[in-house]
């Protein structure tokens, strides 16, 4: 398949739809002509900031509007970040990747903090990324200088649906921090979450919004939705493992040459149905027993499992030596943070967080 081939709605609709069968082995031969199949790439999230975001994504946990069983924490010190990375090196992670629930990124103390963090693990022979919100070009340029690799910033759903999730930020604010970060000479990492209620339509409609970037994502990560008590998509059903495995082949020929990474949701699928998204192209998973505030399968079972399938975790990837290539010829300006807030009313999410607020004042 051309990595640059100019894709249709249709065409990529057609190939979700093929025989199942058929669909997984186009997606194993893609994959073979630009990826070792018996090698995954293994990283593992550090929730640096947890809980007690101002934004009201309808999946998410740590939204401070929803009632949700997380435990909340303010931005972890650099020592604690560095030992958890220490110890995931060694059961086989390649790449630390830092979360925060946070809107966008802030300069000031806490955002230093996290440039200790990216130099600290840098110089650990270890690739790293970040996923802080939105972020302005100056902000991921010193990211970038600081020796961080990937920047993670999920476009979600398709344009059309994302509305009918998130009422916070529009879909062009996440593009907007995509295009900073590819300014900045960041690598790329952004997908979605699928089982969120979301059409077929609507998952292709995602493939064409990475497709539309200036250029495609060197990372994809493809999530099944974790359906959380009290956010507002907690009584979505499980997506089942055909979708899950349509979605990473589909990804998989349409973005030849990405990394496509099976990410959260594994707790919910079979070891079976994981393999059969390796088949179908996924080459990348998070390692642990926990991805950012819900449980994961954890390092024993994976081990197993790629012991049976005769996977191994790939190396850190040789060309990093820990420096990235930096564009000189930026001028230093001071971005403004006003991003557009559509003012779009999503029913689910204003009835959880009633909820939400009802449950706190019944506990206090
Ligand atoms: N606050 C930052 C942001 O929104 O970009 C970074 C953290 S946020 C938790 C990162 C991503 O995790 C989201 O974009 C979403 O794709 C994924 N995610 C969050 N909650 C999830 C859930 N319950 N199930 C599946 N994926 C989820
Ligand atoms: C991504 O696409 N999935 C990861 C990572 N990027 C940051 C996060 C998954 C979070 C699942 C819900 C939780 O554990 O809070
Ligand atoms: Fe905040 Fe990110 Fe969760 Fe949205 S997904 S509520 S921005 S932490």
Redesign the pocket.
Known sequence: MDSDKTWTKEEILNIYNKPLMELIYDAAEVHRLHHDPLKIQVSKLISIKTGG?P?D?G????AARYHTNIEKNNLMPVEEVLAKAEAAKATGSSRVCM?????NVQDGEDFDQVIEMVKGLSSMNMEVCC???MVTENQATRLAEAGLHYY???I?TSEEYYKEVISTRGFNDRIKTLENVRKSSLKVCS???IGMGETVDDRIGMLMGLLKLSEAPESI?I??????EG?P?EEQEIVPIWDVVRMIATTRIVFPKSTVRL???RMQMSKEGQALCFMAGASSIFAGDKL?T?PNPGDNEDMELFSILGLTPTEKIKDYTGKVKIRKDQPVVVEDGNWSRPNHIIERNVKATEKGKTKRKALK
């Open positions: 975001c934004e994504c999946y998410c946990p740590q979360g925060a629930a946070w809107r996923t802080l919100g993670n910033h999920n979600d997908g979605g979450i990560p999530n099944a939705l974790v359906p959380v956010t998509l990410s959260a949701g950012l819900t």
